[in-house]
């Protein structure tokens, strides 16, 4: 059940980052420079609701909410420069359209975030 609610979290969070990203990739010059910026707006959009919807709904009463904020923060800024510099790098060695490559990252990011989350942030003290 709890990868279930963490999946609906994160397609809410994937349809809020991709309008961020795909708008400011309509504005924007699209070099790898501003695809990394823009996905990290993209993914700083995301942030918010993630926290708010994987404290109080899917890893609830797991620890408590002032204690997960930092690991949370911390896990998140982390997954998104990996992400922001795995697009650059990617938007420069392939010639795909941006949100394809945003999608496979995204991916692979979802899968490292479940396992942060789980095992280490919302982890319950012992």
């Known amino acids: 059940m709890q990868i279930l609610k963490f999946l609906v ?3 809410s ?3 809020v980052s991709l309008a961020v990203f795909s708008g400011l990739m309509r504005l924007l010059p699209s070099t790898p420079e501003m ?3 823009s996905q990290v707006a993209s993914y700083a959009s995301g942030m918010v609701l993630s926290y708010l919807l994987n404290n109080f709904w899917v890893f609830r009463g797991k620890r408590d909410a002032a ?3 930092p ?3 911390g896990s998140q800024v982390g997954l998104m420069l990996l ?3 795995s697009i650059a790098v990617a938007t420069h060695f ?3 359209p941006p949100e394809m490559i945003w999608m496979v990252v995204m991916t692979l990011i979802t899968l490292i975030n479940f396992t942060v989350l789980k095992q280490w942030v919302f982890k319950e003290a012992q």
Do not use: R
């Open 13 to 15: 969070n994937t349809c």
């Open 9 to 11: 979290v994160g397609v």
């Open 35 to 37: 695809a990394a910026l």
């Open 71 to 73: 690991g949370f923060v």
């Open 67 to 69: 204690k997960a904020l």
């Open 83 to 85: 992400s922001a510099m």
């Open 94 to 96: 392939f010639d795909a």
